[in-house]
């Protein structure tokens, strides 16, 4: 079977079948692309709400949050639930608060700066889902592996554990700087894990989607 190649027009075309995002998302996509603030797009977007809905999800946990924009998709996917997310960027963070308030889930969303590894060690919670927003960000393999362990201690079995960037703009496939390796690793992992079954999603630059077992 043929592979179809995701122009940019293919691009458009998929990104105009998601639903018109509210204000507050319409501003944050604007306020993404003048200040180059990294964020999934409205198509990811719309994945991560539909992933955490199907699954019944409440209790979320974000590893990394930016300015809130996926943060807001999983929330509204919860349909009243939680979100717990990690940003060391205190600016950011400050925006992220805003930004949820501005949204109505400003008693939701606890936005925590600090490192999310050093902060997961400590948590003392249980989740229904967990997105990793940072697999560019790891600085080795072997931290990678131990934010893994941690996000899997926390999930309960039926939970979702997601991460973007699996695909890191085809690097995976010939592995040649840190980040790269990093993502690689963490692909093999979650898809070798004993706990978990899983696919990675080839939609922008890849979504590794996994399901703890029961």
């Known amino acids: 079977m043929r592979t179809v190649e995701v122009t940019d027009k293919l691009q458009e075309y998929l990104d105009a079948l998601v639903p018109k995002r509210d204000p507050v998302l319409a501003r944050m996509e604007e306020e993404a692309h003048h200040e180059n603030i990294p964020i999934v797009d409205p198509h990811e977007g719309q994945l991560l709400y539909l992933l955490v809905k199907i699954a019944g999800a409440k209790r979320i ?59 997961l060690e400590k948590l003392q919670a249980r989740f229904d889902a967990c997105f990793i927003d940072l697999l560019n960000s790891f600085r080795s393999e072997e931290i990678t592996r131990r934010v893994v362990e941690l996000c899997l201690e926390r999930l309960d079995p039926g939970a979702l ?54």
């Open 61 to 119: 946990l974000e590893l990394g949050t930016a300015t809130g924009y996926s943060g807001l998709w999983l929330l509204r996917g919860t349909e009243g639930g939680t979100l717990t997310t990690y940003e060391t960027d205190h600016d950011r963070a400050a925006r992220a608060r805003a930004n949820f308030a501005e949204a109505g889930f400003g008693k939701q969303a606890l936005v925590l700066e600090e490192n999310a590894k050093d902060g």
């Open 161 to 214: 554990l997601m991460a973007d960037n699996a695909l890191r703009q085809g690097e995976v496939v010939h592995p040649d700087n840190q980040q790269a390796k990093n993502v690689a690793f963490y692909n093999s992992l979650v898809a070798t894990h004993p706990r978990l079954e899983s696919v990675v999603i080839p939609i922008r630059d890849g979504v590794s989607v996994a399901r703890v077992r029961n």
